[in-house]
């Protein structure tokens, strides 16, 4: 009897723990799901917010703006957009970035996928070789070559052209891009090629109206991601070229910078305009951009 | 009966030279003339300008042997730029892409809302024009009108309103935190591509065993991982070396050479100053350097991935 009952009570406040812990854990569970989504989201903020206050920026005054630079835009303007771009040279520089960048990348886009089909397909003495040396070349910074390159388009009287912005952009996506898209050839279904082969299809024509259109997934990915590489480079475009007819972009935005010194507001507005084509080109192509900055890195 | 015989193999030799297999190897010559012209060499030119005295493009070159390098080792600058970079090292190895591991494996497997737009905006710095970068932040900075400054004296924080980029004390770790800003991105989604790529049925079976997300991320999902964190870690090397545009967009190197990095002061002494000899022996070494820190960084982790498994 007195067992029985002893045996009740342990039971009972055994349940009423276990009852306890369980909501204990619940707790715990629904107080780090509640931590960890706003610690993201605070990394989240930190990661957009600078664009935003710049957008914000873009619309306000200078009177306005250093008053309060956290506050909002009390009215709605466009007139640092319309002045930046009718006073300054930056409409210049988009179109210089723009052919630099679209050159470039046809090019990268060529010479990349032709070697990728003649590694991908191709055993001939030497091939695992060369294909090291070119991966190897992927790892070389540009600095080393940069006085190098000075010297050479000076002797070549290319300094202070597109060329000598559009050859070295080519030769150094070409190692990177070759290999994305070689192993993306080598994954293609033997097969396909095959077929083409036994209709007695030339190996040029092949390459042209048969491997060129399989590939297009990951032709579009080294698009927009050289496109972007491109048009964001700095280190040599501030290096060989000179005058504002031929300036792209990054460098001539700091020109634009140094000159609009203390006009916040009108930086705000061309640095917006800017920004603007990468982040549209970023929003309607992330997934090719991200898979293609990172793959080489998984695939390593 | 002989026209017959002969008409055969001349109409393929016709044919023959676009159809022998290695007419391919034609492919490959754009891509290799372009890659040895415009990089291995230059690349290999640098070693070999390093060994001149060479005042700007005009100017005469005159061989002086290993000058150059006497002159780097005992440059202070030098080891000062050397110093700065390896804390750059120290912190993408040591924080950053430990930090972007977490952050990618809560976003992956936590109980988050809103996840494909976290992808997507922690990525955005890594695709922006770096001037824009450069100048946002040197705004973000400004000791009277930044937005930092303006939130510290706005929550009585006044004594650390500081000039973040004006001060030698401050203006490293504020680049720093900028290139953290810029890059953490970039990890945070190699690692979450990586983490996508971990079967289910492992995280189903970790679950059943009483694993918790902790345990998940740090016994299972990291060791599982090892190759793709090697392969961050590299990238976090070899691009902390040659970091060269925020802070030259932000500092110039400044102030007093504060901020130095070796690509700055190669870009100085080598560009502004036209002295190509002394700068492709920088340029050399930043390259050994970077070939160094590569190799010990392998020796090391391959190692302990064998004693891992």
Redesign the interface.
Known sequence: MSKNIYENATTKLSRTRSLFLRGWKRLGKILS?IA??L??FV??A???Y??I??FLTSFRTNVD??AN??GLPTSFSLGNYVKVWNASPLPRYFLNSLIVSATSTVFIL???S??A???A??K?PGSTI?LM??LS?Y??????????????L?RLGLVDTYFALI??Y???A??FS?ILIRSFILGLPQELIDAALVDGC???RL?FSIVLPVIRPILAVVLVVQF?TC??E??FAL?FLHSREVKT???G??DF?GEYFTD?VA?AAG?TL??IP?LIV??VF?NQ???G??AG??K? | MTNVNQSGPVRSTG?RL??R?????L??L???I??V???????A??AY?SLFEWQG?GGSRQFVGLDNWHRLVEDPIIWVCVWHNIVLVITAVFFQVPAAFV?AF??AR????GRS????????????????V????T??YHPQ???LN??LR?TGLDELALPWLGSSKTALPAVIVVML?RFT??YI??FM??IA?VPEDIYDAATVDGANLWQLGARIVAPMLW??I???VT?AV?SS??R??LAY?MTAGGPVHATELL?TY??KV??LSFN?GY??AI??F??LL?LALVMIQFRGMGSQQISEF
Do not use: C
Request: charged share 5%; aromatic share 20%; glycine share 4%.
């Open positions: 799901t960890v989504n610690f993201l990394l989240f930190w990661a957009v600078p664009l206050w710049q703006l250093f630079p956290w060529l010479f990349s032709m070697a089909y003649a590694f397909r191709l001939f060369l040396f070119l070349l790892f070389v910074p540009p600095h080393i070559a940069l006085i190098p390159l000075l010297v050479m000076k050859l070295p080519i030769a150094f070409i190692p070759t030339s190996k040029i390459f972007v048009w964001n700095y280190l290096v972009l990054p460098v935005l700091l910078v916040w930086t640095l800017a920004t990468v970023y929003l992330r951009i991200i898979s900055m990172t890195a998984i390593g | 044919r676009w159809d297999p290695h007419v391919v190897l492919f490959l754009p891509a290799v372009m890659s012209m415009f990089i291995a060499y230059p690349a030119s640098s300008y493009l952050i809560l976003v936590a109980f988050v809302i737009g976290y992808r997507v905006a922690y990525f955005l710095p890594v695709i922006l024009t770096v001037s824009v450069g100048v946002l932040w705004w973000i009108f930044g937005i303006e939130a706005g800003w991105g970039f989604v190699l591509a990586a790529r190759q793709v090697l392969v961050a990238i070899v070396i040659k060269f545009d967009i690509a190669l870009f080598g560009i190509m700068g492709s340029a050399t930043l390259f970077t």
